[in-house]
């Protein structure tokens, strides 16, 4: 048999973090950023006499992805949610992963000690969603806990307990360790660390693995308090050094006979990677001939599973045809010259900006970055992160014409004016107006746009003709009307357009969650 993995699941702020803090009694959600878990903890604690590893999911709405690499590697899924708000957007997220991990659920129904919880509500918002307590005749077994007074946590372990024992968990202790990099960061001192998850066999110091194109020789191995470990058995959870590059978060690791192998292995994935690297092109038009704003970012964070949650925040900027965004590069680490150096390699026509998110930024890179005209800002939030860059590209765009469509007229003949051929004309639809802008149409094809700048009904000057109605009117700057053209008037506004799409912003809805420092903005230079 092996331990079990438990993913601790659930909207943000409802308490998951709190909960694990309880059980290894130690406590981390006090040194997040904005009091949103950003990143994948992985713990190895003890539950009921038996070992246990717990993953830590962010309940932050960028997090998905992170989420859903917790459920895929995940026995048991405990899905937190708070008797004080129910089911949640992160909540509904958490429950499809696990259902599509096909894992049992545990449902913790947290802050039960709070003076607005209601638990029967909580209970009937899940089984709307599919989840009917087992007290209520269904399958998921529903656990009302309080994980900062420490009430009932006795009884979800013993679930969690039972739930391990039900599903018989096995696994091959005496063949090559094998499983998955739950999360990968660059260390200024001891270089890459990697946290693994072991899903089969023992993993040993000294022994050569391969993780796409990265190849590790094992160094050092060190649970979740520091402590040093010579081997790491099924559902164990470590850090381990050594790894000559940062390993993608969710990626497979395997262990090789030796480095030869291990290298070969490397290489091969490296070669098929090298493939489908592509450059950049520059600014291009689109089929308007609208020249369109290329932005390349390069992406400095604090670790490696980090770069997906903030790439899924841009996914909600449009590629549209005034702006068009590239990632240059992701990768773990603090900013450094060489990632000053890539920004202004970038063409001349193209804004890079160098980007960093939980991470630093050396003195020698803002002193390069100063000289070379490259902008940089780091954050510690993600949405202040996001917001902030929307914004600033936001500002470069021009305010463009917005046309609603007034009226309709036909032009009934033609005569001589003052200033040039007047357009006798009979009002179709809608109205007529001085000053608006017009587009006249001939067999289908628009021949002009103009304002109007005279309109008369009869011999009077009028400023709007209605439908029905007949008139005569000139345009600024043209008058080579034909009997039969047809025009259409339009109200003209002016607005900027917009770069983002269904992003209902993130700080109005977790005002109470993020009450930490704000993102720290790094150097506002326009390159």
């Not at 009917?132 to 309080?146: K, R």
């Amino acid at each position: 048999p092996r331990p079990p993995v438990v993913t601790v699941m659930g909207h943000v702020d409802h308490g998951k973090t709190t909960l694990l803090d309880t059980i290894r009694q130690r406590s981390v959600a006090a040194g997040e950023a904005g009091g949103i878990t950003q990143r994948i903890g992985a713990y190895t604690v003890e539950v009921g006499g038996q070992r246990a590893t717990f993953i830590d999911t962010p309940g932050h709405e960028a997090f998905t992805a992170m989420r859903a690499r917790g459920a895929q590697v995940t026995d048991i899924a405990v899905l937190v949610v708070a008797a004080t708000d129910g089911v949640m957007p992160q909540t509904r997220e958490a429950i499809a992963h696990a259902k599509a991990a096909e894992v049992p659920i545990i449902v913790a129904i947290n802050k039960i000690d709070m003076d607005n919880a209601n638990p029967e509500q909580t209970r009937e918002n899940l089984s709307k969603e599919g989840l009917i307590a087992e007290d209520w005749g269904g399958d998921i077994p529903m656990i009302e806990v309080s994980a900062k007074k420490n009430l009932n946590i006795d009884s979800l372990l013993e679930m969690i307990t039972l739930t391990a024992e039900v599903g018989e968990l096995k696994a091959n202790y005496d063949v090559p360790a094998a499983g998955v990099v739950l999360e990968s960061t660059m260390d200024s001192k001891t270089g890459v660390l990697a946290t693994l998850l072991n899903q089969r066999g023992t993993l040993k110091i000294g022994d050569v693995l391969v993780c796409g194109p990265h190849v590790c020789r094992v160094r050092s191995m060190k649970n979740e308090a520091g402590g040093i470990l010579k081997e790491c058995t099924p559902s164990m959870a470590v850090q381990v050094s050594g790894f000559d590059g940062p390993p993608d978060a969710g990626a497979q690791f395997e262990v090789f006979p030796g480095i030869k192998e291990a290298r070969a292995a490397a290489e091969k994935v490296q070669r098929e990677v090298a493939k489908q690297v592509s450059g950049f092109q520059g600014v291009s038009t689109n089929a308007e001939d609208i020249e369109v704003m290329r932005i390349a970012l390069i992406l400095k964070v604090a670790e490696q599973g980090s770069i997906a949650a903030v790439k899924h925040m841009f996914g909600y900027v449009k590629d549209s045809r005034y702006v068009n965004l590239r990632w240059v590069l992701e990768a773990p680490g603090p900013i450094s010259e060489t990632d000053v150096e890539l920004a202004a390699t970038c063409p001349k026509d193209q804004r890079a900006i160098v980007v960093g998110f939980n991470t630093t930024v050396s003195p020698a890179a803002e002193k390069l970055a100063k000289m070379k005209g490259v902008e940089i800002r780091n954050f510690d939030v993600i949405y202040e992160l996001f917001e902030t860059i929307v914004a600033a590209l936001q500002n470069e765009l021009s305010p463009e014409e917005n046309l609603t469509k007034k009226g309709s007229a036909e032009v009934l003949a033609v005569f001589n004016g003052k200033n040039g051929k007047v357009a006798g004309s009979k009002v179709t639809e809608g109205l007529l107006t001085v000053g608006q802008k017009v587009k006249v149409y001939r067999r289908d094809s628009v021949v002009a746009e103009a304002p109007i700048i005279s309109l008369r009904r009869f011999t009077e000057d009028v400023q709007s003709v209605d439908e029905g109605n007949e008139c005569g009117f000139s345009l600024k700057g043209w008058d080579e009307w034909k009997v039969g053209d047809e025009i259409s008037c339009f109200e003209v506004s002016m607005a900027t357009p917009e770069l983002v799409s269904n992003y209902k912003g993130l700080k109005k809805d977790n005002a109470d969650d993020n009450k930490g420092k704000g993102g720290k903005g790094g150097k506002k230079k326009r390159k």
